[in-house]
């Protein structure tokens, strides 16, 4: 019975294996999401450095740059801390140039508008009003002197735009240019009398004496707005001003020799290309000559 039981136990190795009967379903796999296409990465755009290639020089660069000038010859030069200049003195003298047109115009009021009046030709008898101006002696000196410190102060600002080289100070310059139109019409003065004492034509002398300063006065008080506009405004605005304050002068000069050469011309004769010469000699030459000796002794 033993025997029996253990042949029970012998597997028969004649059967056939039969297969597990769970069927096994194969799927594809899953692509995964986060997986990122090589095909669609761009290329690094970093080249890479051969043996060839010459690796980055920060003194080629400056070699090559101008503003640099590294190839250049050296030079020593000492900078200075940028000063803006102040212009308060400046607008405290103009001030002061309108205080005394204000004083003298409120002082002697009549003469003032006998002065604008006999320059346009307008109201009353021109000899009457001719008689007025010459009698008022102290009034015919401040408006005097309010045009030489007036035109003064013009070349002085003219003379700053310009840039000329002075090696004195702004006051030595103020005073020089004042001094310099103060001393050309004195001296055209007494030129101007000794002259007329000298050739017997004292009363045509006289005529073009007054002429000539009378314009003088009305050209002072018109070139103060100019005067404020060269001081303090724009470059764009000054230029503007400077020109047409340099059209008034212009004008002036002609208005002068216009209205000079009749009176003259009545008293004694004399032609308008003589006339003429004496202009360029007395009037024209003298200008040139302040601006030759500012250019070389300043």
Same mark, same amino acid.
């Given at each position: ?21 769970? +069927? ?23 080249? +890479? ?117 002075? +090696? ?7 005073? +020089? ?122």
């Amino acid at each position: 019975m033993f025997a029996v039981f253990a042949k029970a136990q012998v597997t028969d190795s004649a059967l056939p294996l039969k297969r597990d009967s769970a +069927t096994v379903i194969l799927r594809p796999a899953i692509t995964d999401s986060l997986k990122i296409d090589s095909s669609s990465v761009k290329k690094d755009s970093v080249v +890479t450095i051969t043996s060839s290639t010459k690796p980055f020089d920060k003194r080629t660069i400056w070699r090559s740059n101008l503003f640099f000038n590294l190839l250049g010859k050296g030079e020593n030069k000492v900078e200075e801390f940028a000063r803006r200049e102040r212009k308060d003195w400046l607008f405290y003298l103009i001030i002061g140039l309108l205080f005394f047109l204000a004083i003298i115009r409120l002082s002697y009021l009549k003469y003032f508008n006998n002065l604008f009046r006999l320059f346009f030709k307008t109201t009353l008898r021109q000899s009457q009003v001719k008689d007025q101006l010459v009698q008022s002696q102290l009034s015919n000196l401040f408006f005097n002197l309010f045009f030489f410190v007036g035109a003064g102060i013009y070349l002085f600002l003219l003379v700053r735009y310009y840039d000329v080289t002075i +090696t004195i100070n702004k006051w030595e310059e103020l005073g +020089t240019c004042i001094a310099l139109v103060a001393v050309l019409y004195m001296a055209k003065f007494v030129v101007l009398k000794a002259s007329g004492w000298v050739f017997g034509i004292k009363p045509a002398v006289e005529t073009y004496t007054f002429i000539v300063f009378l314009v003088n006065k009305v050209l002072g008080v018109m070139l103060v707005p100019f005067i404020i506009l060269l001081a303090f405004a724009a470059n764009g605005i000054n230029k503007v001003a400077l020109t047409l304050s340099l059209l008034l002068i212009t004008g002036m000069f002609i208005y002068r020799f216009i209205r000079s050469y009749l009176p003259i011309q009545n008293e004694i004769k004399v032609s308008r290309f003589h006339f003429f010469l004496y202009l360029c000699a007395f009037e024209i030459t003298p200008l040139l000559l302040i601006y030759k000796v500012l250019l070389k002794y300043f």
